[in-house]
């Protein structure tokens, strides 16, 4: 099975108000990738983090590695429509290089 | 600098066909992976390589078959297609090391009717 669990699976907003996804684990991560995928596209890599603890922004994103590097989120300011799409968490496997994306969470919005 | 390719965008396969998806890169990346992402499921491995000669399993390897003779391609072989091989297909390379990112090609959308 997957080794990062992502939720939630769906978010429907309002233009303007803040969205959140989780990805949790039961085993320690490296590091944490995040990947946006537009509707109809590819993913696309974000941000990675790697230290316990790290907060990482970029314009209204804010990312977080938890404490014990089992968890993570990604914390979307104002929405706007451009944020449309599939937000993926990734992991490499423990001991191995695979990466393994959690289910992802699809943002909609209504402007 | 094309990055990674997949072709052919679109295929539609009889029960039982066979075909191959290719995926090349032209980024030197040692690392090179197929996904298949289903509604609900996320991305999920099928076979990877680390480098030419070398591949190995992933989460979903059934019914599938890759080589690596090249550091460039990476295709992946459909013996005998199945309904439930009815998917969007995505290839992805990366530089060797877990701190790599990954970067895909624009997916192959596969029906097996």
């Known amino acids: 099975g997957q080794q990062v669990m992502q939720i939630p699976q769906y978010q429907h907003v309002q233009e303007g108000e803040d969205f959140t996804t989780y990805c949790n684990s039961s085993t320690t991560l490296s590091n944490i990738q995040w990947y946006k995928q537009r509707p109809g596209g590819h993913p696309v890599f974000l941000i990675q983090?790697?230290?316990?603890?790290e907060v990482k922004k970029q314009k209204r994103l804010t990312f977080q590695f938890g404490e014990a590097k089992k968890n993570s989120s990604l914390h979307i300011t104002a929405t706007q429509t451009t944020d449309v799409g599939t937000y993926f968490c990734a992991s490499p496997l423990q001991g191995a290089q695979k990466l393994v994306f959690g289910q992802g969470t699809r943002l909609t919005i209504n402007p | 600098n094309a990055g990674v390719t997949q072709t052919p965008k679109f295929q539609v396969l009889k029960t039982g066909q066979s075909m191959t998806l290719q995926c090349a890169q032209d980024?030197?990346?040692?690392?090179m992976s197929w996904y298949r992402q289903d509604p609900g499921m996320g991305l999920r491995l099928i076979h990877y390589s680390v480098g030419a000669g070398i591949t190995d399993q992933g989460e979903v390897p059934n019914g599938y078959n890759v080589s690596r003779s090249t550091t460039e391609d990476f295709p992946l072989r459909l013996l005998s297609a199945a309904p439930s091989q009815t998917s969007v297909y995505f290839c992805?390379?990366?530089?060797?090391?877990?701190?790599?990112?990954?970067?895909f090609g624009q997916g192959t959308r596969l029906t097996v009717v």
């Open positions: 980024m030197n990346h040692e690392y």
């Open positions: 992805a390379s990366s530089y060797w090391g877990r701190d790599a990112e990954a970067f």
């Open positions: 983090l790697v230290k316990s603890g």
